[in-house]
Nanobody, 128 residues
Framework: QVHLVESGGGLVQAGGSLRLSCAATGGTFSSYAMGWFRQAPGKEREFVAAITAAGGRTHYTNSVEGRFVISRDNARDTALLQMSSLKPEDTAVYYC?????????????????????WGQGTQVTVSS
C-alpha cells in the first residue's frame, strides 16, 4: 500500500502561484493513477485534477481548467499540482490520492470512492 505525503501549501495573494507535491512511499507508484481533491471549510470534498498511471491522460474540474496543471514523475515517485492565477475560492485543504491502475482497470478520475489511499492534506489559502 502506497503512503502519500503532500507539501507545498501556503498563503498566497490572488493571482499568485503555488506548486503542490505529493510524495509516495511504500508501493509501486507507477501502478497508481493519481488525483488531487480539495475541501473548503463547510463544503464537501471536490475533485480538482487527475492523471493516469503513465501520465498520458489528465482530467480537470472546469473551475481550474487552464489554471492548474497536474503532472507526475514516476522516477521520483511524485505527483505535482502547479496552480496559477489563484483565486480566493481556491482556498481549501488539498489532498492527493492514489487509485490502483492496471490493464483491466477503468479509470475513474472524479470518483473519490475509487481512490485507495489518501494523504493528510496541505492547506492552501488565497487572499484577496
Amino acid at each position: 500500500q502506497v503512503h502519500l505525503v503532500e507539501s507545498g501549501g501556503g498563503l498566497v495573494q490572488a493571482g499568485g502561484s503555488l506548486r503542490l507535491s505529493c510524495a509516495a512511499t511504500g508501493g509501486t507508484f507507477s501502478s497508481y493513477a493519481m488525483g488531487w481533491f480539495r475541501q473548503a471549510p463547510g463544503k464537501e470534498r471536490e475533485f480538482v485534477a487527475a492523471i493516469t498511471a503513465a501520465g498520458g491522460r489528465t482530467h480537470y474540474t472546469n473551475s481550474v481548467e487552464g489554471r492548474f496543471v497536474i503532472s507526475r514523475d514516476n522516477a521520483r515517485d511524485t505527483a505535482l499540482l502547479q496552480m496559477s492565477s489563484l483565486k480566493p475560492e481556491d482556498t481549501a485543504v488539498y489532498y492527493c490520492a492514489a487509485q490502483t491502475s492496471g490493464p483491466d482497470s477503468t479509470w475513474y478520475p472524479r470518483r473519490a470512492d475509487k481512490y485507495n489511499t489518501w494523504g493528510q492534506g496541505t492547506q492552501v489559502t488565497v487572499s484577496s
